[in-house]
């Protein structure tokens, strides 16, 4: 069992070996590359329809994103430290064969192109506008709210 300070030696470490690892200097650059792209590129409001978050301030709603980006980062780190001393499967070994595999793959993606297509179809034939089986972007800032109808289908 390690003691206190060595405990925080090691988050310290762990940090800054993370901070300076070359990935990470990448992403962080790339990150604030984007975000002054998307400053000076908007003219102060963003060219999306959404009327859900019309009323909020420009600067909430380029912020938002990032927050709940760093809320996932932590939940990760939080996962990690819970699950750390536990041992690692491996994984390969229960991976099927490249046939099996392939046949997964090509069904996942049948699946997804079927499911796009079908809200296409199926909204506009029950009377809806066309939607995607992908809920999330469906019902968060729509143009017209969603009905009860399009939320359960």
């Given at each position: 069992?390690?003691?206190?300070?060595?405990?925080?030696?090691?988050?310290r470490?762990?940090?800054?070996?993370?901070?300076?690892?070359?990935?990470?200097?990448a992403?962080?650059?790339?990150?604030?590359?984007?975000y002054?792209?998307?400053?000076?590129?908007?003219g102060?409001?963003?060219p999306?329809?959404?009327?859900?978050?019309?009323?909020v301030p420009?600067?909430?709603?380029?912020v938002?994103?990032t927050?709940?980006?760093?809320?996932?980062?932590?939940?990760?780190?939080?996962?990690?430290?819970l699950?750390?001393?536990?041992?690692?499967p491996?994984?390969?070994?229960?991976?099927?064969?490249?046939?099996?595999?392939?046949?997964?793959?090509f069904?996942?993606?049948?699946y997804?192109?079927?499911?796009?297509?079908?809200?296409w179809?199926v909204?506009?034939?029950?009377?809806?506008?066309?939607?995607?089986?992908?809920?999330?972007?469906?019902?968060?800032?729509?143009?017209?709210?969603?009905?009860?109808?399009?939320?359960?289908t």
């Open positions: 069992m390690r003691t206190q300070v060595e405990n925080a030696t090691f988050w470490r762990s940090l800054l070996g993370a901070l300076t690892h070359p990935a990470v200097q992403a962080i650059v790339l990150w604030i590359a984007a002054c792209a998307i400053l000076m590129l908007s102060g409001r963003l999306f329809d959404r009327p859900a978050l019309a009323g420009f600067a909430v709603q380029l938002a994103p927050v709940v980006m760093i809320e996932v980062l932590l939940l990760m780190g939080v996962v990690y430290w699950t750390r001393k536990r041992a690692v491996d994984i390969a070994a229960r991976a099927p064969g490249r046939g099996v595999a392939a046949r997964e793959t069904g996942l993606l049948a997804a192109m079927v499911a796009q297509v079908g809200g179809i909204g506009p034939a029950l009377g809806y506008r066309p939607f995607s089986f992908h809920i999330a972007g469906t019902l968060f800032g729509c143009t017209t709210p969603p009905s009860v109808g399009e939320i359960w």
